[in-house]
């Protein structure tokens, strides 16, 4: 039996299809979900919706993004969370930043500047952005900068864009430091099933490629930045893995692709790997 299309390579494709479970699950965010009560959870795709775009505001609050700024939203998919901010700030220049040409193509389709906002997106890879120093204010990454070419490279681009006392802003899923040798032990084996998922950009680099707490303390420390802020949601991301998993059962009901998901899932509710958000200040 031949393997599956990644799910989330078309979703630009099932959406325009008329796939009423992914336009709405995945239709504005391509994110997990963030519930301030988990237990308030309800299953439904409408609920999911609602907590893809409550992370998304919780990534701007921790940023403490306001009106007159200047801000870059790498990995921006179709534009979610530049929409959230469309929406709730004015004196806003947003650009968004995404290596998938179709996703920037729908961004484009549904995200317009309101007020006195400024909004452009941008198809380039999030390691070598193709803009001049920015002098930006915020710089995010929701949930995708383990698909990025090189976490190093990407660091060293947001340095360059951002001005002295900027922040960079991320979520990102961080294995605990008894767990991160395991995970990079295992990681070449399990990529290949991860990409029946998920897909990659670019089939040279790792789908899910993790590192640890200290790593990012590392790192923020060889490209000029300090972290500033750590936030673990973790437990407000879990409700968001039986959705997912229904969702990949529906679309490839005879696979077995959903096992990726719910093996992070185990792992997650374990304690095992964490969903964190890391607050950086370009110094």
Known sequence: MSQPSPYFDNLPTRINKGDRTAG??????????YWENPQSATGTLEDFAGA???????MVEIAQISDNQTILDVGCGFGGTISYLNDHFDYLKLTGINIDGEQIKRARELV???GNNSIDFINANACAIPLDSLEGDRLLAVEC??????????????????????????????????FAGIWQYWENKL?????TTYGT?????????????SQYQELAQKTGFKLATVVDITKNTLPTYPIVNRIMREA???????????GLAII??????GYLILDFVKE
Request: with cysteine.
């Open 201 to 213: 950009a670019k089939s040279s680099n790792p789908v899910f490629s993790f590192i640890s707490l």
């Open 145 to 178: 900068i383990f698909a990025f070419p090189s976490r190093l490279e990407f660091f060293q681009e947001a340095y360059r864009l951002l001005k002295p006392g900027g922040k960079l802003t991320i979520c990102d899923f961080l294995p605990v430091p008894w």
């Open 252 to 262: 490839n009901p005879n696979s077995t692709i959903f096992n990726t998901t719910e």
């Open 112 to 114: 317009k500047p309101k």
């Open 24 to 33: 709405m699950a995945f239709g504005k965010h391509i994110h997990w979900g």
């Open 52 to 58: 893809a775009e409550a992370l998304s505001a919780k």
């Open 191 to 195: 990529n290949p099933r991860i990409a």
């Open 268 to 273: 997650s509710r374990f304690g095992w790997m």
